[in-house]
């Protein structure tokens, strides 16, 4: 039988793979959704008994517990899915829709905790939802670069597990994959590793803080700065894995 801790590790899990695919929720799912998530990890959080610079170590084990449960879809798919584009302008359409998620989860995010602003005793668990958006803002990042690989031919082998570590430090490291690269396939989340996305995870929530304000200045803030920062991101692993030389079949 499933303890309560691995329920819980399963629910953020299933939140943020619904999270990560926009295009089948509105706004008002999303609200819903980020915050169901946000009280799980509320609850997961204080279960661990998480503090002080415990965090961001916490938030590795939770990120960590998503990445192999990401939806990754193949090329075929990826084809399927976006009315027979391929090559470039596939990953072009790739990029606008993952830019679109991103926004979309930080406008949500950002007017949650705009409207917590508002009302101060409700101000302690605004953190809490920028947390929720951190992780799955860094969920949509770390399936598109997954699937830009699928895109541009650059295989990564390995089980479920290992593909994410691989696609999570990439995204720690803002880079393509080098599938030549010796033991790229079966890299470990080790020590240094742990480090890279823990402060990649912290940068990005530091940035999603700039969304605490009045009114509804956070939403606009949080899309924005999201959607820039995906692009970002996708330009420079883009320009990777077209220099990237292919393993031999």
Known sequence: M????????????????RLVTPEETDGAERRRLLGRLTGTLVASAKKAKVSGPERGRWLVDVFMN??????????????????????????????????????????????????????PPLLLSAPAQLV???????????????????????????????????????????????????????????????TALRNRLMRTLGRHFTTLGPFFTGAVAGGAFNRIATKKLASAVRADLRGRPLPPA
């Not at 691995?6 to 629910?11: A, P």
């Not at 950002?110 to 409207?115: D, F, P, Q, R, S």
């Not at 089980?159 to 396939?185: D, H, I």
Request: aromatic share 4%; hydrophobic share 50%.
């Open 2 to 17: 499933a303890s309560e801790a691995d329920r819980s590790k399963d629910e953020v899990a299933e939140l943020v793979g």
């Open 66 to 119: 998503i990445a192999p449960r990401l939806p990754i879809r193949d090329a075929a798919t990826l084809r399927e899915h976006h009315y027979g584009l391929t090559g470039e302008q596939l990953a072009d359409d790739l990029v606008r829709t993952a830019a679109k998620g991103t926004m979309a989860v930080g406008a949500v995010g950002g007017a949650l905790a705009a409207a917590e602003f508002a009302a």
């Open 132 to 194: 929720a958006e951190t992780l799955v803002v860094a969920a949509i990042e770390v399936k598109l670069i997954a699937e830009l690989h699928e895109i541009y031919g650059v295989p990564v082998p390995g089980t479920g597990t290992q593909r994410a570590a691989v696609f999570a430090v990439a995204w720690a490291r803002q880079r393509g994959v080098n599938p030549l690269a010796p033991g790229s396939a079966t890299i470990a989340i080790g020590a240094a590793a742990k």
